[in-house]
Every structure is written in structure tokens, then in C-alpha cells.
């Protein structure tokens, strides 16, 4: 994509910002999949637009209506909210250990906590007590820190991350369900396979006419509603959608129309991807954590979190590209201009520490001889590394961030690393075509 710089763009206030700033920016909240906003698109893309708009809202009240009609919960054992769900639903064991009581018992309350889309929330136990009628599918993911006119700010409190991708939701669930019916063919699995077929057509449902996928699905609002790389949830999708198009080990047992339409799913996906590659002054870079769904370029998510380029989400979206067989040229152009990028924003000499000292905070200090280090974020016009704080408030210098900032968020990372690493083999089968 080219870069196209909006009026209230981070990127416009950095650029005339002098270098000395401290505060060099405030952070703008995304913008909403709103039909106002696809009415302003060119005039053959907005009926798939409509469209999808409209199956989200319908979807959205379906599932109100549900929850509405099982009335009021009786006694229940409020879910554990956990930030490492996925553990309650391991990927890692023996096949054989899918057909036990432990499994079924896990896969039972996945299908308990089922949204009427065919979603799941998130941060949720999947170990513990089935759902009773009236219980909400998803528990508190409301964040503490939010105050009004915070972008985390939930438009509706009591209904927040009811169907998401976020942190491997759905994902992980639906992984789950295939291993309990491969374990376990037959009529006892038919309620599980049931649930799979659910949740395959969310994802079919939820995914942008574009390829894309947003945090939440039904639709949100807010940087919800952006194409979602953060936490590589567009990447694992699609690497499910490969999965299912397969027809290979767990995912033997789905129909071949599924499959078909989870090939068609993957493709539009790594579409997707090549399409919102950021290019600037006619070279491309990389992605940002998360992109607007309509004009694909990178949007705010957080408050701290900014319009700009990611590096370990881009890190993820080019080891993805690298996995992808028989590579069209288009993706070995992306992947290696995108390897060239994160080459040239290494930070050389520095260290992220907190030199034992946790009260005063982490800090970047001059540490000659230290391994690299890639920031979070980085401006796209400049190249240059930017900080955002809980007031909205970007910085040059991470050092003049809030210490709650500082200790509570990744804003330094390794991971090009594995990209190098991937990179150097895959480009002597892909080497880079003459300019």
C-alpha cells in the first residue's frame, strides 16, 4: 500500500515536530467500520462493504437477543479470567489423550461458552464449570486503567470481546475441538464437530471483504474493528485456514466445502497482507500492529499504542510469508524488502533495563557491545523508534514515558531475529529479482 498521511496522522506531527521535543505527538483514536465511512469508498467496493456491515449488525443483535431470551442466570461459578487460557485447552499431548474424560470435559465447556455467532471471548478458563443459561459468554476483559475518552473504553461493559481473535481466541478452541474429534470419530464427537462447523463459519463471516480480520466480531467499534496483526491474530487464522484446506491429520474429518472455502479464506488473507505492506517515498517497508479495514493504512489501537510500523508483528507476517509454497512474486518481493527494512532498524549498543532498580523503572542506556534490539514501533515516513504513554502523548525517547509505561509494556524486542534466521535459507531457493 502507499502511504497517505491523514491531517491529524501521528506521522504530520512528528515530521514538524522540532527534535529536541519531548512530547513530539498525541496519539488519534481509530475510526469505526461506520456506513457513512464505506459510503465515501469508490463506488464498486462498497456494496461487499454494505454487506459485510449489515451481517455484522444483524449478528450483533442475534446474539443480544439469545442472551436476552435465556433470562437471568441462576447460581454459577464465575469463570476464571486468566491471560494464558490457552493452557487450559494444551495442544501439546499425546493424540490419544483427546478421547479421555479430562478432554471431553474440556471440550464440553468450550461448546458451553459457544457465542450464537460461533465465537469465544477470551482470557477464560476452559477447565472449569459448563456455562448455565443467562451466563454471559465472555467475563470481564473491561480494562482498569480506562478513564472517558480512553480508546480502551468499552462502548458497552457488560458486552466486550463477546467473539474475538484476540490473545488466540477461537483460534485455540477451534484447534482444540479438531483434536477431541480426531481422537474420538464417530457419533461421539457429532456435538463437537457441530461446534467446529460453527466456528470455521465465524471466522468466514467475520473475515473483511479485503482478507483481513478485525479483534472482534461481531463488530465493535474503535480500533476493534482495524485488520488485526497484533498478537499475530491474522496470522494464526490464516494459518488455520491452511490447515483446514488440508484436509491433512486432525482436519481430516472436515467436509471438502469447507475446506474449499477455508482455501479461498487463506488466499484472501495473504492478499491481504501484500496489500498493506507500507511503502514510503516508493519502498516498502513493513506493517503496522494493526491497519483501518477500509483505507489499510496503520491506525492507533490504545492510548500508547500508535499509528505506526510494528516490528514483531511484522517479524510474524514474514516468517508466515516465508512458510507459504511456491511463493508468487509479489510475496518474495515483500519478504525480502521487508527483511531489508527490519535490517536497517536494529538499535545498535543499547540495553532495555532496569538496573536493578524496578522503582525507578526500565530505561534505555548506552551499552556498547550489547546485542540489537528493535523498538515496538517506528515511525513510517522516518524510520525513527516512537513511545506512547496512558495520556495519549507519543515520545522520541522512551525514557520520558511514565515508569507504570515503561515496566508495563514490550517496547523493545528480538524478534528479527527469527526472521534472519528463516530469511537465510528461504532466500537462496527466493533469491531477490534484479531492480
Known amino acids: 500500500m502507499k502511504l497517505r498521511l491523514p491531517a491529524l496522522s501521528i506521522m504530520t506531527v512528528l515530521l514538524a515536530a522540532p527534535a529536541f521535543a519531548t512530547v513530539v505527538g498525541v496519539n488519534t483514536a481509530a475510526q469505526a467500520i461506520t456506513a457513512e465511512r464505506i459510503a465515501a469508498l469508490p463506488p464498486e467496493t462498497q456494496p461487499a462493504w454494505r454487506t459485510y456491515l449489515d451481517r455484522s449488525q444483524a449478528q450483533?443483535?442475534?446474539?443480544?437477543?439469545?442472551?436476552?431470551?435465556?433470562?437471568?442466570?441462576?447460581?454459577?461459578?464465575?469463570?476464571?479470567?486468566?491471560?494464558?487460557?490457552?493452557?487450559?485447552?494444551?495442544?501439546?499431548?499425546?493424540?490419544?489423550?483427546?478421547?479421555?474424560?479430562?478432554?471431553?470435559?474440556?471440550?464440553?465447556?468450550?461448546?458451553?461458552?459457544?457465542?450464537?455467532?460461533?465465537?469465544?471471548?477470551?482470557?477464560?478458563?476452559?477447565?472449569?464449570?459448563?456455562?448455565?443459561?443467562g451466563q454471559p459468554w465472555a467475563g470481564d476483559n473491561n480494562s482498569h486503567f480506562a478513564a472517558p475518552g480512553d480508546f480502551d473504553l468499552a462502548r458497552d461493559e457488560h458486552w466486550h470481546y463477546v467473539g474475538t481473535l484476540d490473545n488466540d481466541a477461537t483460534i485455540t478452541e477451534l484447534q482444540f475441538l479438531a483434536r477431541v474429534i480426531t481422537a474420538q470419530p464417530g457419533a461421539d464427537s457429532q456435538a463437537y464437530r457441530t461446534a467446529f462447523d460453527k466456528g470455521a463459519a465465524y471466522l468466514f463471516n467475520a473475515q473483511f471483504p479485503n482478507g483481513g480480520w478485525p479483534q472482534v466480531w461481531p463488530l465493535e467499534g474503535g480500533y476493534h474493528d482495524a485488520i488485526t496483526f497484533n498478537d499475530d491474530a491474522l496470522v494464526h487464522a490464516a494459518e488455520l485456514m491452511s490447515d483446514i484446506a488440508s484436509?491433512?491429520?486432525?482436519?481430516?474429518?472436515?467436509?471438502?466445502?469447507?475446506?474449499?472455502?477455508?482455501?479461498?479464506?487463506?488466499?484472501?488473507?495473504?492478499?491481504?497482507?501484500?496489500?498493506?505492506?507500507?511503502?514510503?517515498?516508493?519502498?516498502?517497508?513493513?506493517?503496522?500492529?494493526?491497519?483501518?479495514?477500509?483505507?489499510?493504512?496503520?491506525?492507533?489501537?490504545?492510548?500508547?499504542?500508535?499509528?505506526?510500523?510494528?516490528?514483531?508483528?511484522?517479524?510474524?507476517?514474514?516468517?508466515?510469508?516465508?512458510?507459504?509454497?511456491?511463493?508468487?512474486?509479489?510475496?518474495?518481493a515483500a519478504v525480502h524488502d521487508g527483511v531489508k527494512w527490519l535490517h536497517g532498524a536494529a538499535l545498535h549498543d543499547v540495553a532495555w533495563t532496569d538496573g536493578g532498580d524496578k522503582a525507578a523503572g526500565r530505561k534505555l542506556i548506552a551499552s556498547p557491545g550489547a546485542p540489537d534490539l528493535w523498538a515496538r514501533y517506528y515511525v513510517a515516513a522516518t524510520g525513527k523508534p516512537i513511545f506512547g504513554d496512558r495520556d495519549k502523548t507519543l515520545h522520541d525517547d522512551v525514557n520520558e514515558i511514565s515508569v507504570e509505561r515503561r515496566n508495563g509494556y514490550a517496547w523493545f524486542n528480538t524478534a528479527p531475529l527469527k526472521v534472519f534466521k528463516a530469511y537465510a535459507k528461504w532466500s537462496l531457493a527466493h533469491p531477490q529479482a534484479a531492480q
Open 60 to 133: 450483533m443483535a442475534a446474539d443480544r437477543a439469545a442472551l436476552a431470551a435465556e433470562g437471568a442466570p441462576g447460581d454459577f461459578v464465575p469463570v476464571k479470567m486468566r491471560g494464558d487460557s490457552e493452557k487450559t485447552m494444551p495442544l501439546d499431548r499425546a493424540p490419544e489423550w483427546y478421547a479421555t474424560p479430562e478432554a471431553r470435559h474440556i471440550a464440553d465447556v468450550i461448546i458451553s461458552f459457544q457465542t450464537p455467532a460461533g465465537g469465544w471471548s477470551k482470557n477464560q478458563s476452559r477447565d472449569g464449570a459448563l456455562r448455565v443459561p
Open 247 to 332: 484436509g491433512n491429520g486432525d482436519y481430516a474429518f472436515v467436509p471438502e466445502a469447507t475446506r474449499q472455502k477455508a482455501a479461498e479464506a487463506r488466499d484472501r488473507a495473504i492478499a491481504c497482507i501484500l496489500t498493506t505492506q507500507v511503502t514510503v517515498n516508493g519502498h516498502r517497508t513493513v506493517w503496522g500492529q494493526q491497519h483501518d479495514a477500509l483505507t489499510e493504512q496503520p491506525v492507533a489501537a490504545r492510548n500508547f499504542e500508535p499509528d505506526a510500523l510494528s516490528s514483531a508483528e511484522s517479524a510474524s507476517l514474514l516468517v508466515y510469508l516465508m512458510t507459504l509454497p511456491d511463493p508468487s512474486p509479489q510475496v518474495v
